[in-house]
């Protein structure tokens, strides 16, 4: 530490969770940085960025005490039963099984849990024939949480594993609500809450675009005149339309162009799954992934954006009642707010070469986002 701090005209300490962040003033010698800065920040071990302009103000962060124990067995068993929830996604598209069903909500979530022991006793065929919906769905999902993780980590942020959310396809034919990590020490300033809330997104979308790529090339066209919708899935028997995005329907026409009606396979039901799971984490709410780009990019600007978002899906609400139930959870999660919380440093500028990854991410948002996901 003190080869750094003397390089160094003033210098603080700010204890955030469980690290330590040291914000220093270079010197003017030093600025460049020096052979002896530079000797010195390849000893460091821990992570450093540059904050403002490049030379002047070094940020340096290191953890304080051992590495918290992880829960892994409850990350690890999320994480088994959403590969079954999707497994039996993924027959039931296939045709190959019917999930049980129930009347209202008490008979769903009975219907729930009986689909785990139905589907465990099904021949090894049924429950593999799943696999080309659940390992995409997933891969798009782990993916896209790992970003995340090993961002935050680079910045020596507490950030728990990810937790999977599995949902039995007796209520879903997608079998997963997605996943999310939790962040147990407060973020410094805007520049680690871009970087992280954009590494997630970012990743996963690289992946939807190779599962689309896939799914769409395998894809059955429906002939001229059959008076179906535009893309559809079957799932244990019964039709479903789908809405598109940018992206969606331009994977349509590349891929399968002049169909007037596409059959989705069950990758590209799996890479559409993963295009909607990505554009609505993208709205600029609360503690989204998107809340936490528009505050990295904007600090307060993104109240009035989020409210904007929020009448928005409110409005779409029409065409599409389950936006009311996002709305609901989004807001629930923010602890029923819409703006986001303040970072420890919110004055200190993010640089423009970490906001290119911000307006990367509004990139995917718009063409990922679906206004009428089912029914379209």
């Known amino acids: 530490m003190e080869p750094l701090t003397r390089?160094?005209?003033?210098?603080?300490v700010i204890h955030a969770g469980h690290r330590e962040v040291i914000e220093g003033l270079v010197a003017p010698e030093h600025q460049g940085p020096s052979a002896d800065l530079e000797a010195a920040l390849a000893a460091w071990p821990h992570a450093h960025y540059w904050a403002g302009a490049v030379g002047k103000e070094l940020v340096l962060i290191r953890p304080l005490g051992p590495a918290r124990t992880e829960a892994w067995l409850v990350h690890l068993g999320l994480f088994g039963v959403t590969i079954l929830c999707a497994l039996g996604a993924g027959a039931a598209l296939n045709g190959q099984f019917h999930p049980p069903s129930g009347e209202g909500i008490t008979g769903a979530l009975a219907?729930?849990?009986?689909?785990?022991?139905?589907?465990?006793?099904?021949?090894?065929?049924?429950?593999?024939?799943?696999?080309?919906?659940?390992?995409?769905?997933?891969?798009?999902?782990?993916?896209?949480?790992?970003?995340?993780?090993?961002?935050?980590?680079?910045?020596?942020?507490?950030?728990?594993?990810?937790?999977?959310?599995?949902?039995?396809?007796?209520?879903?034919?997608?079998?997963?609500?997605?996943?999310?990590?939790?962040?147990?020490?407060?973020?410094?300033?805007?520049?680690?809450?871009?970087?992280?809330?954009?590494?997630?997104?970012?990743?996963?979308?690289?992946?939807?675009?190779?599962?689309?790529?896939?799914?769409?090339?395998?894809?059955d066209p429906v002939p001229a005149g059959s008076a179906l919708p535009r893309s559809f899935i079957e799932f244990a028997g019964m039709r479903f339309a789908l809405g598109d995005s940018l992206l969606t329907g331009a994977c349509r026409r590349l891929f399968l162009p002049g169909a007037e009606s596409v059959h989705l396979s069950l990758t590209a039901f799996a890479g559409w799954a993963g295009a909607l799971i990505t554009g609505l984490n993208l709205l600029p709410l609360?503690?989204?992934?998107?809340?936490?780009?528009?505050?990295?990019?904007?600090?307060?600007?993104?109240?009035?954006?989020?409210?904007?978002?929020?009448?928005?899906?409110?409005?779409?609400?029409?065409?599409?009642?389950?936006?009311?139930?996002?709305?609901?959870?989004?807001?629930?999660?923010?602890?029923?707010?819409?703006?986001?919380?303040s970072v420890m440093c919110p004055e200190r500028p993010v640089p423009?070469?970490?906001?290119?990854?911000?307006?990367?991410?509004?990139l995917v948002f718009v063409v990922t986002f679906m206004p009428v996901p089912f029914g379209g």
Not at 7 to 12: E, G, Y
Not at 146 to 173: E, K, N
Not at 292 to 313: D, E, N, S
């Open 7 to 12: 390089c160094f005209t003033a210098w603080r």
């Open 111 to 219: 219907a729930g849990a009986r689909f785990f022991g139905i589907f465990l006793r099904a021949p090894w065929s049924t429950i593999q024939s799943g696999w080309s919906f659940a390992a995409p769905l997933l891969a798009i999902l782990l993916v896209h949480e790992l970003g995340h993780y090993f961002v935050a980590h680079r910045y020596a942020i507490d950030a728990s594993p990810p937790y999977f959310l599995p949902i039995p396809p007796t209520i879903s034919p997608i079998g997963s609500l997605g996943a999310f990590l939790r962040l147990r020490s407060p973020v410094v300033d805007r520049r680690q809450l871009l970087d992280v809330g954009a590494a997630g997104p970012l990743a996963g979308f690289v992946v939807v675009l190779v599962v689309l790529a896939w799914g769409y090339a395998i894809s």
């Open 286 to 341: 609360s503690q989204l992934d998107g809340g936490h780009v528009a505050y990295g990019l904007l600090g307060r600007w993104q109240k009035p954006l989020g409210l904007a978002a929020l009448l928005g899906l409110v409005w779409l609400s029409q065409y599409w009642s389950a936006w009311l139930i996002w709305v609901l959870l989004t807001l629930m999660v923010g602890g029923w707010r819409w703006t986001h919380p």
């Open 352 to 362: 423009p070469g970490r906001r290119v990854l911000g307006w990367l991410c509004v």
